[in-house]
């Protein structure tokens, strides 16, 4: 079983200076079903998404993101295998597909150690953490990043930056 949890995404794409705001997601709904357009845009460009996957991930806020601070934050559990496991479908995002062109996320994760987790992605292009590295994959089995020594066990801000090539 993997588990991974966010407590909200935020998707930039622009280019140098010039970022819009894509969506962002704070998972803070009582549950998710797999109906659509349950997991709510908060920047306003309503980009709702969707749980999908079996077991479907829940939004969860039993225990705090900081101990002994109650209400700080709702946040998503994952379970389920690598393959087909509960996750969150964002569709319609603007992201350009011109080459160099740069998309960014930002997430806060909780790992748990489990091998092959993939925590952000889309087509072929994602966020691995897998045999004691986490970066980016591009699809072909490969890992451009760095250890992922000290990451499991606790929250991690992440924040990485996709450039078309």
């Known amino acids: 079983m993997r588990f991974v949890a966010a ?3 935020l998707l930039l794409a622009g280019q140098a200076a010039a970022a819009t ?3 962002e997601y704070r998972l803070e709904e009582l549950q998710w079903t797999g109906a659509a357009a349950e997991v709510r845009d908060t920047s306003g460009n309503n980009r709702h998404g ?3 996957g079996s077991p479907l991930p829940t939004p969860v806020d039993a225990a705090p993101a900081r101990p002994g601070k109650p209400g700080t934050c709702a946040y998503g ?3 389920g295998p690598a393959g087909n496991g509960g996750a969150l479908s964002i569709g319609g995002l603007a992201v350009s597909l011109a080459p160099g062109a740069k998309t960014s996320v930002s997430f806060w994760m909780y790992w748990d150690g489990t091998n092959s987790v993939m925590p952000m992605g889309w087509n072929r292009h994602d966020l691995w953490l897998v045999n004691g590295h986490f970066g980016f994959n591009t699809g072909n ?3 451009y990043g760095i250890s992922s020594a000290g990451l499991a ?4 801000h992440v924040v990485a930056e996709f ?3």
Do not use: H, K, M
Request: glycine share 10%; proline share 5%.
């Open 7 to 9: 407590l909200f995404f």
């Open 21 to 23: 705001l894509l969506g």
């Open 50 to 52: 969707q749980a999908i």
């Open 77 to 79: 559990s994952f379970p």
């Open 141 to 143: 089995s490969d890992v």
């Open 153 to 156: 066990n606790r929250w991690a």
């Open 163 to 165: 450039t078309n090539g």
